[in-house]
């Protein structure tokens, strides 16, 4: 397939200042007439040939200002329209008529069905399959917008913009027009129409605008959609106050859809969403589920500007939009939430997604400079170290400066098609700073490391930090620069209070943050009165990897006393880290696990301190992931090790403090009405995650059937059927409890959809064969992006013992059925296909069980563009 590369970048030769589209909606023949005034850019000449692009289009007819074109004038194929030999004038009218098939649209780009709603999706390149047009990014055009169906059919019909006019026609057929007077890409064109149910707001703005807003959804599930819409306003008057924007139009409508390949798609004025990200109520929606109905209604909504208002000039400046407004919902999130709490979610997140991406074979740039398939770039690269760059920007620049530079965006690029270059500008100007150095953060892959010793000289009162940066070489980037990394420290001394320093040299150190440029700093701090411990990368100033040369001792110190909460809970982690790792290697030898009572202890001493918000407690007491254990070994991973290594500290930690971790139960029962707030919120998952230690004791297999009895709201329900289902699959009490859930929600998909992650997620061999008989369940599809997700892909990435079964079972069943979504959706199956991007680190003996099902898929025949870039490049 083509490579596109950021150096080949050139603006289009023409222009398409407005599109005016008229549809004629039938599910499996629905006309698109389009008029685009076409404008011939000044230093063009009169001869360049117009080229459009299409996916798979069936022209009907074409004229220029009025008159039809012969067969001979212009050049169509399914997917480009060719005009050799343009009018001479510098603007004209071209006229295009297309017909298309939203019905049989099991891709779900450009114009499709769901649940019998006619819905869009543009980005990246879905335009072209509604109509050929210039299909990029830097393309702004003003449309408007005219919609005509049966009315019994779709009594709702919607775009962008706001609503012109509409009325009845002859035969029950019926129209509307939409307007959007903000020029804008085509990936944000939207059209939505069915029969729907709406539950209407408003909001007034900070200069006294009234917008009118509405949440649509499937009949009948206008109960659902309260927190969404609370979600909304909220989202509104957040980003009048933390960074000045208001809201430009007059209506601002979300629509839920049942079949969407993503989250959720900021569309100017009309946002389309997963219903799994608008619907909730405590009997179907888990408190992580009312958290991610937050940050992605947030999201969307805060790409009004960053993305619409400002957009990208090509796909290469994705994380203009993408890490910016992902920045943008994090802090939203941390000031709606407990930041310290959030903080810790986000690390763990980037850790989880973005680390393995950048330490294996998929790995970019945060701005790639080269794709196939831009698809296959909406990547934790892009989106989590795109907000994390961003972070580190404020983090440099301190708030203020960095508040300036926002507004200074705005001012300056509104209404345009920006760059990375144009955005760091506007912080240079802003700060009189230099940022290029900087700005290799964007330009090149790979997670740095630091390695980091120090030590203490009590007679001259010294403190000295020798820091070492690195940066690991990443696919066709062997050699890597220095870079600037905003190292956030704390000198901690008795009782975790800061130990204080006069004066500092070797290294720039500002506000707290060591500024890391040169391959090699010595740090020497003097008028350091005691031993220090040393805590840093302080809220993850940096997203790096740290080697510290320090004494378990001081790990422990720092884990119970630092007064930093994100430093503390990182202590904590790296101890329980080092623990597994060790552990692991035990079972590898043949030897059972050492005792870790010196951290059970302290877990114990975590789960009950009261100073401490129980999310806190909650997120502290979660052990590393078994994917996180396999990612911080990095070679040689047999899961069955990390599995039982894992166990066996969970058992410990459980033993240890069983007479604490009950009490605190107990106390933790829910008292009054459910609310989905975060201090609540908080409780739940402190008392679920001691459920989980409390079920390895002889009496948990009964504690988490009446935990699950009990439940009187969805997340307690679903954490004890984890609990059941994992820790004891198999037992009466595990399949009755499967049965009740099944038995009390068939019929609504979202909640089954748990249920099947559940049964996805169960530990051990086992599961593939029951993977494959849920998907015969009545209510799974494989055309459903939400049931693949929730039954296969949960199964590739986050059941490590049963996906990476040592006979090569489970990676069989996934090639298989890989290529059988593919055949449908091949961005869905493209994206499942990126769980096998570690498997480099596997042993042996699955590694090679890996690679063959990594061929099976790459020698499949009419292979996909999104599945073959990802499988080439998986296996290069
Ligand atoms: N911009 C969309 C993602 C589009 C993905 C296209 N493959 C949602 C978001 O990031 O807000
Ligand atoms: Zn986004």
């Known amino acids: 397939g083509h490579v596109f590369k950021l150096e080949d970048y050139r603006p ?65 194929t399914p997917d480009q329209l060719t005009i050799p030999k343009p009018p001479a004038a510098q603007r004209f009218e071209l006229r295009l008529e297309t017909e298309i098939a939203p019905s049989s649209n099991e891709a779900l780009m450009g114009l499709y069905r769901s649940n019998n709603v006619y819905c869009t999706q543009c980005e990246a390149e879905g335009f072209r399959r509604i109509t050929y047009f210039l299909d990029r990014p830097d393309i702004l055009s003003v449309y408007t917008v005219r919609i005509e169906a049966p009315h ?98 007059d209506v601002f409508n979300i629509v839920a859809v049942s079949d969407f390949n993503m989250g959720a798609m900021e569309n100017k004025g009309l946002n389309i969403f997963n219903d799994k990200y608008v619907l909730a109520d405590e009997e179907t929606a888990t408190d992580a589920d009312f958290a991610n109905i937050e940050a992605i209604i947030a999201h969307e909504y805060f790409h009004n500007w960053t993305g619409n208002r400002i957009t990208c000039r090509d796909w290469f400046q994705l994380c203009l939009k993408e890490g910016l407004t992902v920045y943008r ?38 701005r790639p400079r080269r794709y196939r398939e831009i698809n296959n770039f909406y990547t934790a690269t892009v989106y989590e170290k795109g907000s994390e760059v961003v972070r580190m920007i404020r983090t440099i620049l301190g708030p203020q400066t ?40 964007y330009h090149q892959a790979g997670t740095p490391n630091l390695t980091v010793s120090s030590s203490y000289n009590a007679a001259a009162k010294t403190f000295t930090l020798e820091i070492e940066q690195s940066v690991p070489p990443t696919p066709s980037e062997s050699r890597k620069r220095l870079m600037h990394i905003p190292l956030a420290f704390g000198l901690v ?56 040369q320090q ?76 994917a996180d254990i396999a990612r911080d070994i990095g070679k040689g991973i047999d899961p069955d090790a990390i599995f039982a290594a ?18 605190l139960y107990d106390s933790l029962a829910d008292k009054g009405p459910f609310t989905p707030d975060a201090a609540s919120a908080g409780r739940r998952a402190l008392r679920n995650i001691l459920l989980d230690y409390l079920s390895l004791l002889p009496e948990g297999t009964a504690l988490a059937a009446a935990h699950f009895r009990a439940a009187t709201n969805m997340t307690d329900r679903a954490a004890a059927l984890t609990v059941l289902a994992h820790r004891h699959a ?107 991007r570690s498997w480099r680190s596997l042993e042996p003996i699955r590694q090679d069980k890996a690679r063959q099902a990594l061929l099976q898929i790459a020698n499949a025949e009419n292979l996909s563009a999104d599945l073959r870039d990802i499988v080439e490049r998986t296996l290069a």
Not at 162 to 169: F, I, Q, R, Y
Not at 171 to 180: P, Q
Not at 427 to 434: L, T
Request: proline share 5%; charged share 25%.
């Open 329 to 366: 919902d994090h802090e939203f999130s941390a000031d709606q939430r407990s930041r310290a709490v959030k903080r810790i979610a986000e690390v763990r997140t980037l850790r989880a997604h973005q680390f393995p991406e950048d330490q294996g074979p998929l790995a970019h740039p945060v």
């Open 493 to 548: 001394g008795a009782g975790g209070k800061p130990v204080a320093w006069t004066a500092v040299d070797g290294a720039a150190v500002e506000d707290g943050v060591i500024h890391v440029r040169k391959r090699r700093h010595t740090v020497r701090f003097s008028g350091v009165s005691e031993r220090p411990s040393v805590s840093l990368n302080r809220g993850f100033s940096a997203p790096v990897t740290l080697s510290v």
């Open 152 to 249: 019994n059919e779709a009594p709702l019909l919607l775009s962008n913009g706001n609503p012109v006019e509409s009325g009845a026609l002859a035969d029950g057929r019926h129209y509307a027009v939409w307007h959007d007077p903000f020029p804008k890409p085509s990936y944000l064109f939207a059209l939505v129409a069915g029969a729907l149910g709406k539950v209407a707001g408003s909001f007034t703005t900070l200069s006294g605008r009234e917008v009118e807003l509405g949440i649509y959804v499937e009949p009948g599930k206008e109960g659902l959609a309260g927190y969404a819409m609370d979600a909304l306003k909220r989202s509104m008057k957040w980003d009048e106050q933390a960074f000045g924007r208001e809201y430009d139009l």
């Open 730 to 836: 198999g037992s009466p009490q595990a399949e009755e409890a499967l049965a009740t859930f099944e038995a009390r929600y068939r019929g609504d998909a979202l909640v089954l959809d748990k249920w099947f992650q559940i049964q996805a997620g169960v530990p051990g061999a086992q599961t593939v064969d029951k993977v494959r008989t849920l998907m015969q369940h009545p209510a799974f599809s494989i055309a459903n992006p939400n049931r693949v997700r929730s039954l296969i892909g949960a199964f590739s990435s986050a059941n490590q013992t049963g996906f990476h079964r040592a006979d090569g079972q489970g990676y069989r069943f996934f090639a298989e059925t890989v290529l059988e979504v593919e055949k449908r959706n091949p961005q869905v199956a493209a994206r499942l296909a990126t769980a096998m």
């Open 402 to 441: 960095f508040r300036a530079g926002m507004d200074l965006y705005f001012e300056r690029h509104d209404g345009e098609a920006a760059t990375i270059e144009d955005f760091l500008k506007v912080f240079e100007d802003v700060s009189g700073r230099d940022l290029a150095q900087f700005a290799l953060w």
């Open 551 to 626: 004494k378990a001792d001081d790990q422990f110190f720092l884990a119970s006393d630092d007064s930093d909460s994100f430093s503390r809970w990182q202590a904590f982690n790296t101890l329980l880290t080092d623990a597994l790792i060790a552990a692991f290697r035990q079972v590898l030898g043949g030897k059972e696990p050492a005792s870790a009572a010196r951290l059970a202890e302290l877990a114990g001493r975590i789960a009950g301190d009261e100073t401490l918000e129980p999310a806190y407690r909650a997120l502290a007491l979660s052990l590393p992931g078994e």
């Open 646 to 663: 894992r166990e066996a500290l969970a058992r410990t930690i459980a033993a240890a403090n069983r007479e604490v971790f009950w009490a």
């Open 12 to 76: 289009s030769d023409y222009l398409i200042p407005r599109t005016s589209l008229d549809f004629r909606l039938s599910p499996d023949a629905t006309r698109v007439t389009a008029v685009l005034t076409i404008e011939r850019r000044e230093d063009v000449a009169a001869s360049a040939p117009l080229v459009l692009d299409g996916d798979g289009l069936t022209l009907l007819g074409v004229a220029v200002d009025g008159q039809a074109l012969a067969p001979a004038e212009y050049q169509a």
